[in-house]
């Protein structure tokens, strides 16, 4: 009966920070540890606008080492300043929203090999095959820049028809069929995926072969979604992500996990600090209920 108690106080209260056990040999718990952690949305997102140099800085401050870089036109200009301070800093360049150009230059001279994140196309086909043929034919151009520049595209539920897991899972098996494109992968999103929750453990089974990055985020309930609010949310203050995350630990999953800043309105690093605060938690009680 304490025990059971002190488990709702830990969740029903978030004041007291709690230190997790040593979780080396737990692969499920291990996931989560901060080197594995991928920054994502940190740079237009951020309140207090950084530069390249000063990004780098407070990622160092907080011990996360992977970057996953989002840009506006405003920022092409500074793409080469941006590689620049990621080598000086020890960080990643883990992956590049989108594409531009100018990239492919700087991929070639500093070696870089971040993953290119794009958006699966929804296109307006008749059958679900032919659909699948033409999203997949749509992106052709990209596979082929990123096997040429030895990259990895991940397919970024987003989404309309292209955001179902079900159509990511069938594009990349096209793509890997008919265009020998084993390069290709998902991208998965918790803040895109509240029509999911409910039978996420079957969702993860399916796209899990295929994953390159799992993105997490406190998870509402979707009719709150729904009604405008709360789509992102610091992890451990939604109300499914124990349950989601619980899944992801028992799927054995072991790929990068991003965490996000996307909110406009607050400073980079103080959203980051509250989502690795909040997976602290998560993780000590995902290790407590399965004791």
Request: charged share 20%; proline share 5%; aromatic share 10%.
């Amino acid at each position: 009966m304490f025990r059971s108690f002190c488990i709702v106080m830990l969740f029903a209260s978030w004041i007291v920070l709690v230190e997790p056990r040593d979780s080396s040999a737990d692969p499920g718990t291990n996931l989560f540890r901060r080197e594995n952690l991928v920054a994502w949305c940190i740079v237009p997102f951020d309140s207090k606008k950084r530069g390249p140099a000063a990004r780098a800085e407070m990622l160092n401050r907080l011990g996360i080492s992977k970057v996953a870089y989002d840009w506006r036109q405003k920022d092409i200009a500074s793409f080469e300043e941006e590689i620049l301070q990621y080598k000086k800093h020890d960080l990643e360049f883990f992956a590049f929203w989108s594409w531009h150009p100018t990239m492919e230059p700087l991929v070639r001279k500093y070696g870089i090999r971040p993953q290119v994140w794009i958006t699966c196309p929804s296109p307006t086909a008749d059958t679900h095959e032919s659909k699948v043929k033409a999203a997949a034919e749509t992106l052709l151009p990209m596979v082929e820049k990123a096997r040429d520049l030895g990259l990895k595209l991940g397919l970024y539920n987003h989404g309309n028809w292209g955001g179902e897991p079900a159509n990511l899972v069938a594009v990349c098996k096209y793509l890997r069929e008919h265009h020998q494109a084993d390069h290709v992968g998902i991208v998965y999103n918790f803040h895109h995926g509240h029509g999911h929750i409910d039978d996420f453990a079957e969702v993860l089974a399916m796209m899990q072969p295929y994953l390159l990055c799992l993105n997490i985020n406190g998870m509402a309930d979707p009719t709150t979604i729904a009604a405008g609010a709360d789509k992102i949310l610091p992890v451990g203050s939604g109300i499914h992500e124990i349950a989601m995350l619980r899944s992801v630990q028992e799927s054995r999953y072991n790929g990068p996990i991003g965490i996000l800043d996307h909110r406009p309105t607050i400073d980079a690093e103080q959203s980051l600090r509250e989502n690795l605060a909040g997976l602290q938690k998560v993780v000590a009680y995902l290790e407590i209920a399965t004791e």
